[in-house]
């Protein structure tokens, strides 16, 4: 009677050395690798650090810190800060941050972007009563990932709506 056995090549990475092992142990060998690969994975996640796709925004929010500000009073100064972040991640200070308004402010405000607090600061003395309705946009991205190979891979933007009511003390 003949009798084939199956066999596997496994190559040692630490030696270069070569074993042939019985085809059920390299199975075995696999699956325990896979496994070990796995616990690894939900442990840590499958970020690289290095701004690589594992890096992006998937899943992570850019969030206004609020969604209202303060009234205004006529000719006295007016200083109000509103913080963007983005939700689920640790350090988002490491993204790059842009703002953007879209609307009309008093006269007298004006506002400004503070990029290492991730902040929009605005400020100024209203000259003028009224409801100004606006929205500031803000835009996160990672500051290593080239945007014109995948513009949108890296980049998450959010609106949020604001009205400052400037009002006679």
Not at 78 to 84: E, N, W
Request: aromatic share 8%; proline share 4%; hydrophobic share 35%.
């Amino acid at each position: 009677m003949l009798s084939l056995k199956s066999r596997a090549c496994i190559t040692s990475l630490s030696s270069g050395q070569r074993y042939a092992l019985p085809l059920k142990s390299s199975v075995m060998l696999i699956m325990r690798a896979i496994c070990v690969l796995l616990l690894m994975i939900s442990l840590f996640g499958c970020r690289d650090g290095d701004g690589g796709i594992d890096d992006c925004l998937e899943n992570r929010v850019l969030e206004f810190s609020d969604s209202t500000v303060p009234s205004a009073v006529l000719n006295q100064e007016y200083l109000t800060r509103v913080r963007v972040g983005v939700n689920n991640e640790p350090n988002d200070d490491r993204y790059n941050y842009i703002f953007d308004l879209d609307g009309d402010l008093p006269r007298g405000i004006t506002w400004s972007q503070d990029e290492s607090e991730r902040e929009i600061i605005i400020h100024g003395t209203p000259t003028q009563l009224g409801t100004f309705r606006f929205t500031f946009t803000a835009t996160a991205e990672l500051p290593e990932w080239d945007s014109e190979e995948e513009p949108d891979l890296c980049v998450s933007s959010a609106s949020e709506d604001f009205q400052i009511i400037v009002r006679v003390n």
